[in-house]
T-cell receptor, first 112, second 114 residues
Framework: GQQLNQSPQSMFIQEGEDVSMNCTSSSIFNTWLWYKQDPGEGPVLLIALYKAGELTSNGRLTAQFGITRKDSFLNISASIPSDVGIYFCAGPPNFGNEKLTFGTGTRLTIIP | EPEVTQTPSHQVTQMGQEVILRCVPISNHLYFYWYRQILGQKVEFLVSFYNNEISEKSEIFDDQFSVERPDGSNFTLKIRSTKLEDSAMYFC????????????FGDGTRLSIL
């Protein structure tokens, strides 16, 4: 089945640094979603991308839908303590109401 | 902002017992899903439900699992005879009709099988 691999698996950064993570797929996705999960909570949608090449921002977060439709990246600028958590990429491979395939996750830790 | 709510937040059950996890999806959503997340792993799809029937299920969703929408607001996941390996977080999600409508997730039920 489809697999989404995220890198890096974990990141340790200092507050104020910028963060970049990416997600690659073994097959084409027509929608890319980025979710954040805090401990003990469900995934919360951060950004949704619907067109190849699309670049979308949500505050300090920016995500891009790769031209090949097989990758996406998420950037966080000027990280703050509440950015700590696990970031997952996800997508329905074909259209929006299908099941989601989740990536392996990137765990972000901020060093004081 | 409307949200998906799940109860209970934590369920502890003896192996072999039946368990029912409950979800109230967002009210104008038509697509409903269950996912699970084993500790430390990624979120995995279990089942999707639309128009009062299962539209897709994964290989995890075997005969021990069932879903139901007993009324206009609740969406339940039943595990008939729980196994130790069913211990996980179970997330309910719902989505509006339309190709560009992302799914919204509840905070999950932590299921612990003893």
């Amino acid at each position: 089945g489809q697999q989404l691999n995220q890198s890096p698996q974990s990141m340790f950064i200092q507050e104020g640094e910028d963060v970049s993570m990416n997600c690659t797929s073994s097959s084409i996705f027509n929608t890319w979603l980025w979710y954040k999960q805090d401990p003990g909570e469900g995934p919360v949608l951060l950004i949704a991308l619907y067109k190849a090449g699309e670049l979308t921002s949500n505050g300090r977060l920016t995500a891009q839908f790769g031209i090949t439709r097989k990758d996406s990246f998420l950037n966080i600028s000027a990280s703050i303590p509440s950015d700590v958590g696990i970031y997952f990429c996800a997508g329905p491979p074909n259209f929006g109401n299908e099941k989601l395939t989740f990536g392996t996750g990137t765990r972000l830790t901020i060093i004081p | 902002e409307p949200e998906v709510t799940q109860t209970p937040s934590h369920q502890v059950t003896q192996m072999g017992q039946e368990v029912i996890l409950r979800c109230v999806p967002i009210s104008n959503h038509l697509y409903f899903y269950w996912y699970r997340q084993i500790l430390g792993q990624k979120v995995e799809f279990l089942v999707s439900f639309y128009n009062n029937e299962i539209s897709e299920k994964s290989e995890i969703f075997d005969d021990q699992f069932s879903v139901e929408r007993p009324d206009g607001s609740n969406f339940t996941l039943k595990i008939r005879s729980t196994k130790l390996e069913d211990s996980a977080m179970y997330f309910c999600a719902s989505g509006q009709d339309g190709s560009n409508q992302p799914q919204h997730f509840g905070d999950g039920t932590r299921l612990s099988i003893l």
